[in-house]
């Protein structure tokens, strides 16, 4: 074999290789590209579930808020009247007053107690604050569960960002299965399912 004949065999393996080389990093780098792209698309995915959960949570939250502050009113409602209800009694047994006046107070305390059609009664206004405070309650409950899933979807977020720069396939599983963790506890929770 003359030289130049060997060069060029040597030239031509050395390109073989060069090309195999370039193939094999254009794939990896088209793998790594689909993966940061998937990852991409997850991470897009979560942040609006995050959002979709996030305002669940604040709606909760303020339903709780109003319910409270609403079994407050009728619960101070209900005290008022109770203690209009003592003052009239009171009065009502008073001897030194005139029959008809103390009639009459008495009657009056005795409606302060009666149902009404406007559910001011003293015993309709203690039914209704205490469904109120229950109604808040359950609503601080839900808050607490979009919370925890809210809380889930974020961890989910900072995974798949560690998952894309360990380029760990398995980080983006996982951060996946947290993901559906907290979206499946939304879910839970907007069911009435209470964690």
Do not use: C, N
């Amino acid at each position: 074999m003359e030289p130049a004949d060997a060069k060029d065999l040597i030239d031509e393996a050395i390109e073989r290789v060069e090309e195999r080389q370039g193939a094999e990093e254009r794939a990896e780098r088209d793998q790594e590209r689909r993966f940061r792209d998937r990852v991409s698309l997850m991470v897009g995915g979560f942040a609006v579930a995050l959002a979709i959960v996030h305002m669940a949570a604040a709606g909760a939250q303020r339903e709780s808020l109003l319910k409270g502050i609403e079994a407050s009113d009728a619960f101070a409602y209900m005290q008022a009247k109770i203690v209009r209800e003592t003052v009239l009694k009171t009065a009502a047994a008073e001897t030194g007053a005139a029959p008809a006046d103390r009639e009459g107070w008495r009657k009056e305390a005795v409606r302060l107690r009666r149902p009404d059609a406007a559910g001011h009664g003293i015993g309709q206004l203690e039914a209704a604050g205490a469904s109120q405070r229950a109604a808040g309650e359950r609503a601080a409950r839900s808050g607490e569960g979009y919370e925890l899933g809210e809380t889930a979807l974020q961890m989910a977020i900072v995974l798949l960002s560690i998952a894309m720069v360990a380029r760990s396939r398995w980080i983006a599983i996982g951060a996946a299965a947290v993901a559906g963790l907290g979206v499946a506890t939304a879910i839970a929770t907007s069911a009435g399912i209470f964690l």
